[in-house]
């Protein structure tokens, strides 16, 4: 299943409302988390089963969608959220990922 | 504190093999699966590998298959990946995650270790 997401890049100001886009290639329900990566740091799980919100992660980030197409929506940008963004499908394997979104300055 | 450590990253000749491991701690080790992922420099994330909390299961990214071999001691609270035949395009940033498998929509990688680099080159 292969995991499109739009755009590769964006660029914004603290806070600014930011909307990525993840589209799968097929069918996959509910099946998507996404993570944030900072540069040099491991990714972080922000939002799973497409609009759970992971514990201790902020309430501006919020996921919707289903089926083929999904949302990740930061209501207020803040300066700690610069940062690449990736969506992952859990439905089938092979598991894979999004090929990330960066947000920037 | 639940905590992920890599360990075992190394300059390797093509050809070369190599075994990463993941100290687990903070959190009942043989009741999760756990998972290997991968990060080329520049580049996006990959998974590579899962197994199960038993170990009678095991998934692998096509990539790997036949190369590459996870396994766990669940008494030592150890993940491992055993790397044979490595390629150029193997190098990158090697992460072991906590994989949560409820066998739902819930399903998602939720510790990460901080990562292990591992450069394939001559």
């Known amino acids: 299943i292969q995991l499109t997401q739009s755009p590769s890049s964006l660029s914004a100001s603290v806070g600014d409302r930011v909307t990525i886009t993840c589209r799968a290639s097929?069918?996959?329900?509910?099946?998507l988390a996404w993570y944030q990566q900072k540069p040099g740091k491991a990714p972080k799980l922000l939002i799973y089963?497409?609009?759970i919100l992971q514990s201790g992660v902020p309430s501006r980030f919020s996921g919707s969608g289903s089926g083929t197409d999904f949302t990740l929506t930061i209501s207020s940008l803040q300066p700690e959220d610069f940062a690449t963004y990736y969506c992952?499908?859990?439905?089938?394997?092979?598991?894979?990922f999004g090929g990330g979104t960066k947000v920037e300055i | 504190e639940v905590q992920l450590v890599e360990s075992g990253g190394a300059l390797v000749q093509p050809g070369g093999s190599l075994r990463l491991s993941c100290a687990a701690s903070?959190?009942?080790?043989?009741?999760?699966?756990m998972t290997w992922v991968r990060q080329a420099p520049g580049k996006g994330l990959e998974w590579v590998a899962n197994?199960?909390?038993?170990?009678?299961?095991?998934y692998y990214v096509d990539s790997v298959k036949g190369r590459f071999s996870i396994s766990r001691d669940n008494a030592k609270y150890s993940l491992y990946l055993q790397m044979n035949s490595l390629r150029a395009e193997d190098t990158a940033v090697y992460y072991c995650?906590?994989?949560?498998?409820?066998?739902?929509?819930?399903?998602?990688?939720?510790?990460w270790g901080q990562g292990t680099m591992v450069t394939v080159s001559s």
């Open positions: 197994i199960k909390p038993d170990a009678s299961e095991e």
């Open positions: 097929q069918g996959i329900s509910s099946y």
């Open positions: 995650a906590r994989y949560y498998d409820a066998g739902g929509p819930d399903d998602a990688f939720d510790i």
């Open positions: 903070g959190f009942t080790f043989r009741s999760y699966w």
């Open positions: 089963g497409a609009i």
């Open positions: 992952q499908q859990v439905y089938s394997y092979p598991l894979t």
